[in-house]
Antibody
């Protein structure tokens, strides 16, 4: 059973870069869409983007200009960077594994990132 | 404003049945499988239904899914207080982006 765990700073200053890493255990990074999803406090889920195991990426058009998702297969990790953050980027960030047919069975526990000075 | 439209809330009494709708378009639901997620307070979402109507192992058959055209429906029978949660639909959209519904809060009265 694959497990995912997010890690990274819980507090980021406005205008700085948010950086998170997801460590995958119990399986290798292959044949899936390794995804980031966020949930602002009290609000719904928002898909951020994914990286396919081959390295190709796809991003939410509304966030695309500020996003980078990368993968390190040697460490079984993938990462998220969001630049120029504002308070609107405050959210619980989840990493997840999406199956090609279109479902997300494996989720990390989520990590709260607060943007504040 | 979410790409997929869900009712903000539904409610029903214990033991009753409830349905949650998810409306989309030909660029998403009409052309892809739909999945459903249950999110209990303070926890990560949990997959309930995938490929429109399949249940992962461990999900009771009280939960069911269906799809017709550009809409999908989650059904829950024999409601229990433990079913109180937020429910989300999700699917691929055009250009292989992913979209979620806005979520539906289920209250078991």
């Amino acid at each position: 059973q694959v497990q995912l765990q997010e890690s990274g700073p819980g507090l980021v200053k406005p205008s700085e870069t948010l950086s998170l890493t997801c460590t995958v255990s119990g399986g290798s990074i292959s044949s899936y869409y390794w995804s980031w999803i966020r949930q602002p406090p009290g609000k719904g889920l928002e898909w951020i983007g994914y990286i396919y195991y081959s390295g190709s990426t796809n991003y939410n058009p509304s966030l695309k200009s500020r996003l980078t998702i990368s993968v390190d297969t040697s460490k079984n990790q993938f990462s998220l960077k969001v630049t120029s953050v504002t308070a609107a980027d405050t959210a619980v960030y989840y990493c997840a594994r999406a199956h090609p047919s279109g479902y997300i069975k494996s989720w990390g526990q989520g990590t709260l990132v607060t943007v504040s000075s | 404003q979410s790409v997929l439209t869900q009712p903000p809330s539904v409610s029903a009494a214990p033991g009753q049945k409830v349905t949650i709708s998810c409306s989309g378009s030909s660029s998403n639901i009409g052309n892809s499988y739909v999945s459903w997620y249950q999110q209990l307070p303070g926890t990560a979402p949990k997959l309930l239904i995938y490929d429109n109507n399949k249940r992962p192992s461990g999900i009771p058959d009280r939960f069911s899914g269906s799809k017709s055209g550009t809409s999908a429906t989650l059904g829950i029978t024999g409601l229990q207080t433990g079913d109180e949660a937020d429910y989300y639909c999700g699917t691929w959209d055009s250009s292989l982006t992913w979209v979620f519904g806005g979520g539906t809060k289920l209250t078991v009265l």
